[in-house]
């Protein structure tokens, strides 16, 4: 897969996240003090939507349904009930534009 551009870096400056559409999948881009990081948007618990969640210190991101947290950089699954890692997808960040090579489904 090759590299695609999915947003300009300042959509996300000052933002903890911001949801895109890559190929039809829905993908939670992270602000990680200044570090663009990118994982399925999706909870592998539930019908949530982790871009409407909170940045938590330690890099985590906890989902707004039950709680549950991520780390946003492996997309490990760290707090309950969440127990399914998440998929992560790859980022650069050049001339001030975040690309994404999507990870395999
Ligand atoms: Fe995310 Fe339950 S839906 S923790």
Redesign the pocket.
Known sequence: MSWINVAPYADIEGEETLPIEVDGQKICLYNLDGKVFATDNQ?T????ALSDGLIQEGGLIE?P????TFDIRTGEAKGA??TQDLRCHEIKVEGGVIYLRPAAR
């Open positions: 909870c618990h539930g019908d949530a989902c349904l039950h709680e549950g009930p969440c």
